[in-house]
């Protein structure tokens, strides 16, 4: 049993260049989300997606947008990348509304 | 002010000691109180969720809440090196998906 599965696990990008990061549950979990990390900033909320076909702007949205691609796939892109998009992703599964977090174990993305 | 304080640390005890990690948080409507725990380069590991006020026991974790206070606690006892890690706390109210609130993490160092 997986749990949360990102690809990849490292990755480093030069400002204005483009990337996909994928999630994959399989917990057979309604809802997903994508946080980034920072020092002394804790975990923000980026995008969540409720349910399979919904997806809501968290806290920190801009320069990304996010596919729900099925009930399992919860995918991030990063259309231009921007040295402050530098940080560490964490994509998280829950069964739905106040459902703890399962989280993966993030993406560590470098934009020089 | 942020929503949920986190004295980030580090808190450094000898292997066997009581540890006690603290959250304050000002929103009074946060109901639902989780702690996750965290080793360098991984996920947030979900260690403790409570609805509303009191204790909960697991083994050597003991969470507390004193919404009177806006106030929760994670209590180790017998702490281990094993338990060394960033220990963050996340709350929530009825407010959905992209409500959950994280601290910042403190760093946790238990040495032999």
């Known amino acids: 049993n997986a749990g949360v599965t990102q690809t990849p696990k490292f990755q480093v990008l030069k400002t204005g260049q483009s990337m996909t990061l994928q999630c994959a549950q399989d917990?057979?979990?309604?809802?997903m989300y994508w946080y980034r990390q920072d020092p002394g900033m804790g975990l923000r909320l980026i995008y969540y997606?409720?349910?399979?076909?919904?997806?809501d702007k968290g806290e920190v949205p801009n320069g990304y947008n996010v596919s729900r691609l099925n009930k399992r796939e919860f995918s991030l892109r990063l259309e231009s990348a921007a040295p402050s998009q530098t940080s560490v992703y964490f994509c998280?599964?829950?069964?739905?509304?106040?459902?703890?977090?399962?989280f993966g174990n993030g993406t560590r993305l470098t934009v020089t | 002010q942020k929503e949920v304080e986190q004295d980030p640390g580090p808190l450094s005890v000898p292997e066997g000691a009581i540890v006690s990690l603290n959250c304050t948080y000002s929103n009074s409507a946060f109901q639902y109180f989780m702690w996750y725990r965290q080793y360098s380069r991984k996920g947030p590991e979900l260690l403790m969720y409570?609805?509303?006020?009191g204790n909960k026991e697991d083994g050597r974790f003991t969470a507390q809440v004193d919404k009177s206070s806006k106030y929760i606690s994670l209590f180790i006892r017998d702490s281990q090196p094993s338990d060394s890690a960033t220990y963050l706390c996340a709350m929530s109210g009825s407010g959905g998906y992209n409500k959950l609130i994280f601290g910042a993490g403190t760093r946790l160092a238990v040495h032999p």
């Open positions: 998280a599964s829950s069964e739905g509304s106040n459902s703890p977090l399962h």
């Open positions: 997606s409720a349910s399979e076909g919904t997806t």
């Open positions: 917990m057979n979990h309604n809802s």
């Open positions: 409570t609805y509303s006020s």
